[in-house]
């Protein structure tokens, strides 16, 4: 299994644990999986009064810097997943598509409202709602025609 050193005395592995190779820690050399934090992520203390989540660290090491303005997404949903197989760099919409209702089977970019089926659009912090639809598959056929007319990708 790959190991790659991302902090001085930091040594992470491609299953999401982490260990600590500084002499004065109390967990030298045990591999650990973090503290979760009230969200549900794994952290990990860098230094004094520094906590970062176990995800961006273990995609820095693996995949190398996160570009700014990109996420961190936990593929399979799941937030203290850090296996690298389970990571990827995603756009804030990719990520927000990446939510549990979306992997269980509700189409991206409808709700339903007032007994009808709407779009909704959030494009550099402007919502945007339009349509009245009867069906779910209507709605979102809708949506994924203005994602196309933007010049958006839907992955």
């Avoid at 794994?42 to 230094?47: A, H, K, N, P, S």
């Avoid at 961190?72 to 937030?79: F, L, T």
């Amino acid at each position: 299994m790959k190991e790659v050193e991302i902090h001085p005395g930091l040594i992470m592995r491609e299953d999401g644990k982490f260990k600590r190779t500084t002499p004065t820690s109390p967990f030298k050399g045990v591999w650990q999986d973090g503290s979760l934090n009230a969200y549900g992520y794994r952290v990990c203390g860098l230094g004094r009064n520094k906590v970062v989540q176990v995800s961006r660290l273990m995609v820095e090491a693996f995949m190398g810097e996160i570009p700014k303005g990109m996420f961190v997404d936990h593929i399979n949903g799941h937030r203290a997943d850090n296996r690298i197989s389970n990571l990827r760099i995603v756009t804030r919409r990719q990520n927000q598509q990446n939510f549990q209702a979306h992997r269980e089977g509700k189409l991206v970019g409808c709700s339903f409202d007032a007994g009808v089926w709407r779009c909704s659009l959030s494009i550099d912090g402007i919502y945007h709602r339009w349509g009245r639809f009867t069906t779910e598959k209507e709605a979102h056929e809708s949506y994924i025609a203005k994602l196309k007319a933007l010049g958006e990708v839907l992955k």
